[in-house]
């Protein structure tokens, strides 16, 4: 473990400010970072692992909503991290600015059958992962779900020793993202590479729905989100689509209803649902690679979506209503963001929403955090974006690892990332200003980088106007 502290100036502009209420500044602040490959010398760890590692990339990591006592010790958050066939658990204090890795979950290598059917291993690279309540009392949030390029999905529960590990088989190939929603504690979303999502019982660790079909997306699933409420779902692919389903259809509850009676003595076929109640394949110009439900004052399903086309969409659907027939495909775009250096794909957003307050954080390809002030764009100001500049002194020169993985804790106080070369970069907000304004943001410059005197410093500071 590693800690590197460090400061850094910002560029900022001298665009419109927020509406009455909302904060007139949002500060972050790089307090540290973790190596979660462990030793200094990480060059030497490297150079002498297996050949047949696949990568170091963080595709996910997550803070725990509501981590219990005995799971925070004298921290004040916990944060599951997923890379390679790794799931690391670290504790974080209340500053960000003392953490501790207290658990390394490792995946074993699967037995698969190669194109000649002869059987051989092979390594699990995990993709997504969910913290999810207890599955037997659904009280605390002590429990992992986890899944990748194998397609199994494994739940951990933190609290049982030894581990008490779970498994969810069905997906015929990889996982890509996991949903889940604490207004329906029983279930587990999961999109896959096999075109379909399914719905899990956690309890019963059965297959209650598969969502897909002739009317269902005809590639990968990429990214998939639960609303607030656990009604619909929101599914991105990459045949450019992006539809919601509704999850709690009379005729469908009926049926799950009959399958979660009978799950516990028999193992029941999933009902199918083969076609969405919403579709749209003319938002974006490219694959879609993460959606998000959101929120407004409206109490209006807003549904936010990134794509290969370098843009960032707000916009809301017009959802049919029960009862009647069709699928859905009217929408109104609220606003459109175009993105910088994201040529990569697979890059995901997170959104930490709170009494009026909206920020969305989206990494880069440079080692960039860039935030947008969506309370901005609620009121029909220009956006206020900003940059985390997290580049790395590693070795002889700085890291530029792309940023796959962003994640708010629920107080919105710290923020983390995770970057292609296994690193965590975690900053802590202040609701007071401390960057510092240079003579281009004085002359009403456009929102610039973090300037850096000595590249091993690493405490960047952010401000939203």
Known sequence: MRAMPGKRSLDVDDGPKPSAGAP?????????????WGPANTNTLRKNEPKHRISYFIYALQFNPDPPADLLGDFAYVIAVVTAEHCLFLRVSHNGDR???????????QPVKDKKKKETEAKEDIYTLQWIK?????????????????????????????????????????????????????????????????????????????????????AEIISLDVDLFGAYIVSGSFDSTIKIWNLFQPEHVALLDKVRIHAITSDPKPVTVPSACFSVSDIHDGQIDCVRWAFGGDKNHYVISKASDKTV????????????????????????????????WFVKFAVWQNEGQHVLALGDDKGWIRLHDLQALATKQKAAQRSLKTKVNRTSSPSKAVIRAVSFSTDGRLLIGGSDDGICHIFRRSDSPTGKRSPAASQGGRAGRFETDDEDDLDDDFKEC
């Open 134 to 218: 207890d599955p037997i009392n659904r009280r605390d949030w002590t429990a992992v779900a986890f899944a990748g390029s194998t397609g199994i999905i494994r739940l951990v529960d933190l609290q049982l020793q030894p581990q008490r590990v779970a498994f969810l088989r069905g997906h015929a190939t990889a996982v890509n993202e996991l949903a889940y929603c604490k207004a329906q504690p029983a279930f587990l979303l999961s999109g896959s590479k096999d075109h379909t999502i399914r719905l899990w019982s956690i309890k019963y660790l059965t297959c209650l729905a598969v969502f897909g079909g002739a009317q269902g997306h005809r």
């Open 24 to 36: 007139s500044y949002i500060t972050f602040t790089s307090v540290t970072q973790h190596d979660v």
């Open 99 to 109: 953490f501790e890795q207290f658990e390394n979950f490792s995946v074993p290598d």
């Open 313 to 344: 969409l707000i916009w809301m659907p017009t959802l049919p209503q029960h009862g009647v027939p069709g699928i859905g495909t009217e929408w109104q775009l609220c606003h459109k963001m175009k993105l910088q250096n994201n040529d990569y």
